[in-house]
């Protein structure tokens, strides 16, 4: 079955044609449009701009598929799009783009979690290890979640964020130091010249049974630290690459400590760990490292499916195809959808769109 999957739940505009055949997933084509470029003067998302791109690039990729060989809509078989969470305005565009597709080719369009795709992404390319129950670790811009996945849609929040996720502390630390949006690539570039002890910023919530996340107070911390040597830090000195350094190993251990404790209390032997914050290689070396040490396997998605995607939006819903579960029907979309909120229009049979 040939899925086209459909992701454009904040700034990265995609499209992939994925077709599962025994269990194994064949990438036909992966195509992404970030606007980190375009949203980089103003420190953040512009709403406005991300619509007005996401209009633009969707069409854009799908002639480009067309024009590769990669894509005849004809063989299309079924749509997947992200229904949120996510911007309203970029999951909009994506929704409407999908049912239209849809509705001219009259075929099946599902809404899937942006979550539920981060939560899965570790098994693509490694379908074999898929084994339940395991932990999932999503870390991403605005999320920092731990959930036990007894099985798809069977799941149960070990932690979350309560303020700050390790995203958006990346980003506001790196305004904080100067440096351009989005800040998580650019702290990890100058932390490699850095000295990850030369600081002790605080480990938030570090305490044992306590699987919460909390960066608010990290990032407050680095703030009332800098202000103090501003000058140095202008110097993009050793002073420089020694806070950025200690900043990200901060977040490093306490995710490192959290997940690796939350898989032993919980008695979990495999890890699969997500999103764009762990695209960071201190933070995946840290998690490895760990893992190894208490004898618990972990699969870390590969970093061109850290960041958001299309092929893991198509990944979970030909997975859930393929075993007959529930998929809902795409019909509107939810910014504040939650990976544990099910209670929707569960159907397999998909009316006209």
């Not at 605005?142 to 700050?164: A, F, N």
């Amino acid at each position: 079955m040939l899925w086209l999957g459909i992701e454009s739940s904040c700034d990265e505009t995609a499209l992939a044609l994925i077709r599962m055949t025994n269990g194994k997933i064949q990438i036909v084509d992966d195509q992404c449009i970030s606007q980190a470029l375009l949203h980089k003067p103003f420190g953040g998302i512009v709403p406005e701009f991300a619509v007005r791109e996401h209009s633009k690039n969707l069409p854009m990729l799908m002639q480009g598929m067309i024009k590769r060989g990669s894509l005849s809509l004809q063989d299309v078989e079924a749509i997947a799009v992200t229904e949120g969470p996510g911007l309203m305005a970029s999951l909009l565009v994506g929704n409407a783009f999908a049912r239209g597709l849809a509705h001219g080719l009259g075929i099946p369009v599902y809404g899937i979690n942006h979550l539920e795709g981060h939560l899965f992404s570790p098994f693509i390319g490694r379908e074999e290890k898929l084994r339940f129950p395991f932990l999932g670790l999503v870390v991403s811009g605005g999320h920092t979640i731990l959930t036990k996945v007894d099985g798809p849609r069977k799941y149960e929040m070990i932690g979350s964020t309560i303020d700050d996720a390790a995203g958006e502390a990346f980003d506001k630390v790196g305004r904080l130091l100067g440096l351009d949006y989005p800040g998580g690539p650019e702290i990890e570039k100058w932390a490699k010249l850095g000295n990850a002890n030369a600081y002790a910023f605080p480990l938030s919530l570090i305490e044992k049974n306590n699987y919460n996340f909390s960066f608010s107070g990290l990032k407050t911390a680095v703030r009332y630290f800098a202000e103090k040597r501003k000058e140095e830090l202008l110097e993009k000195g050793q002073f420089f690459f020694d806070v950025c350094a200690s900043f990200q190993e901060a977040i490093a251990r306490v995710i490192q400590e959290k997940t690796i404790s939350a898989a032993k209390a919980f008695g979990l032997s495999c890890i699969a760990a997500s999103g764009g914050v762990l695209a960071n290689q201190r933070i995946r070396t840290l998690l490895k490292q760990k893992a190894l040490e208490s004898d618990i396997e972990i699969l870390i998605a590969d970093k061109k499916f850290c960041t958001d995607n299309a092929v893991m939006i198509a990944f979970v819903a030909s997975l859930f195809y393929l075993l007959g579960l529930p998929i809902t029907k795409s019909i509107e979309v939810n910014p504040n959808l939650s990976l544990i909120d099910f209670n929707r229009d569960l159907d397999l049979k998909v009316n006209s769109v």
